[in-house]
Nanobody, 126 residues
Framework: QLQLVESGGGLVEPGGSLRLSCAAS????????IAWFRQAPGKEREGVSC???????YQIDSVKGRFTISRDNAKNTVYLQMNTLKPEDTAVYYC????????????????????WGQGTQVTVSK
């Protein structure tokens, strides 16, 4: 069993920054891939970025150059640094964990994850 707790969401103006944290606990934490998803009202949950246990990152094109995922294995915490935020980044952000993937792009598919956090709201608005 794994437990995931997100924090760091909030209200920020366009162009601003936020850093989200995902604290993981439970068995096999050190061996899982952890991902960040987001879900805006009326839209499907979207995989944004993930990082393997050996800290190999992957992210979707729409956030490249703006979002950076990182992992502190000593603290069992994954971070999502979000810069140059846009109104379209507004969503509830979730972290999720799964065993390693054969192909890294698979890490952005929500159906591949069994463990989820409760989510943290990110709102980008003036």
């Amino acid at each position: 069993q794994l437990q995931l707790v997100e924090s760091g969401g909030g209200l920020v103006e366009p162009g601003g920054s936020l850093r989200l944290s995902c604290a993981a606990s439970g068995s096999a934490v050190g061996s899982v891939t952890i991902a960040w998803f987001r879900q805006a009202p009326g839209k499907e949950r979207e995989g944004v970025s993930c990082i393997t246990s050996s800290r190999i990152p992957y992210q979707i094109d729409s956030v490249k150059g703006r979002f950076t995922i990182s992992r502190d294995n000593a603290k069992n915490t994954v971070y999502l640094q979000m810069n140059t935020l846009k109104p379209e980044d507004t969503a509830v952000y979730y972290c999720a964990a799964a065993p390693p993937f054969a192909s890294l792009p698979m890490c952005t598919m929500a159906r591949n994850y069994d463990y989820w956090g409760q989510g943290t709201q990110v709102t980008v608005s003036k």
